[in-house]
């Protein structure tokens, strides 16, 4: 099975993203890039070099739906007329921006999110959505854990791991242990557990850190010798990755707990302690306060702290 990577430009500090031509029938894409027309003219360039146009793909296969992995799908998919774009259940990204939904303002307010940064951080994000087309319901279909992907020479396995958002998925090519991680596992960067509504029970906090971990463990267990991520260079060493991941969870939980005190804090609260120099920029508002609830979280689920609700907010103190 022939998986070529092609790099994508964003206007994100991410960098470029990547997005993977499975060169194989029906010819596949899995993730598309931002909509923007430098992304769009880089991505038909690279596939014309492959001797690919848009309107030959025949799937397209989101391992998340950010703006920067998903944003042309619609533009390539009407071009290409017949593909068939899929996506987890459990994501949201496609159908509507980031921080637009009800439950998204609830569970901030629950971290004492001040009103005005919250809106700060959706007019930020709705900036943002415009890098996207919604997609309506029934322009896709789900992906499900374990099911496969046929293609002319074997299949691709469907792995379900969340972590990074509920419905990030990544494809194993069991035959030679192939892996395409999407944003799970990067080289270079500790993906960021960003804060969501449960899919199970919108009322509650999706527990991101917890979800990442078993992730983790999950891609483990197919001893990967090749895991192509959603940003950066291919990893030929998962074991080091993985525990390199595992060691800065375990000091950045160290650093968290250490904040927390008896009189109890919010996870706003905790967060501008934590990321001082990122709390009040922009998009890295969002993931500052995303990564901190994620960790409180979890170390609320290992018993390292309690916490309690008071007039709306959540107040974490040590046990």
């Not at 020479?153 to 069991?174: A, F, M, N, Q, Y």
Request: hydrophobic share 35%.
């Amino acid at each position: 099975m022939k998986i070529i990577p092609l790099s994508v430009p964003t206007p994100f500090y991410v960098g470029d993203v990547n997005v993977y031509l499975i060169k194989e029938e029906p010819l596949t894409l899995v993730d598309t890039g931002p909509k923007t027309e430098k992304a769009k003219a880089v991505l038909r360039e690279k596939l014309r070099d492959n001797g690919v146009q848009f309107s030959d793909i025949c799937r397209i296969v989101l391992t998340h739906a950010h703006e920067d992995h998903c944003g042309l799908a619609k533009q390539i998919r009407d071009e290409a007329k017949s593909a068939e774009i899929f996506v987890h259940e459990w994501e949201t990204g496609h159908l509507f921006g980031r921080l637009q939904s009800e439950e998204h303002r609830r569970l901030l307010e629950k971290s004492s999110v001040p009103l005005q940064v919250f809106n700060e951080m959706r007019d930020v994000y709705l900036d943002i959505s415009l890098l996207t087309d919604v997609l309506s319901d029934g322009d896709f279909s789900f992906l499900s854990d374990e099911s496969e992907l046929e293609f002319a020479s074997g299949t691709l396995k469907v792995l379900h791991t969340p972590g990074h958002t509920p419905g990030s998925c990544s494809l194993v090519r069991e035959a030679n242990r192939t892996i395409i991680a999407g944003d799970t596992v990067l080289k270079r960067i500790t993906p960021n557990p960003i804060i969501s509504p449960d899919p199970v029970n919108s009322e509650k906090r999706f527990k991101s850190l917890a979800e990442y971990l078993v992730s983790l463990a999950k891609i483990r267990s197919y001893a990967p010798t090749l895991v192509y991520g959603g940003h950066g260079e291919p990893i030929y060493d998962y074991e080091e990755i993985f525990n390199r991941y595992v060691r800065e969870i375990d000091e950045r939980q160290r650093n968290v707990v250490a904040l927390v005190s008896a009189e109890g804090v919010t996870a706003y609260e905790t967060a501008r302690k934590l990321f001082p120099n990122a709390i009040d920029k922009d998009v890295h508002r969002f993931l500052a306060i995303s990564e901190t609830v994620a960790h409180l979280d979890y170390a609320e689920q290992t018993g390292k702290i309690a916490v309690e609700m008071k007039d709306g907010s959540e107040f974490y103190r040590k046990n």
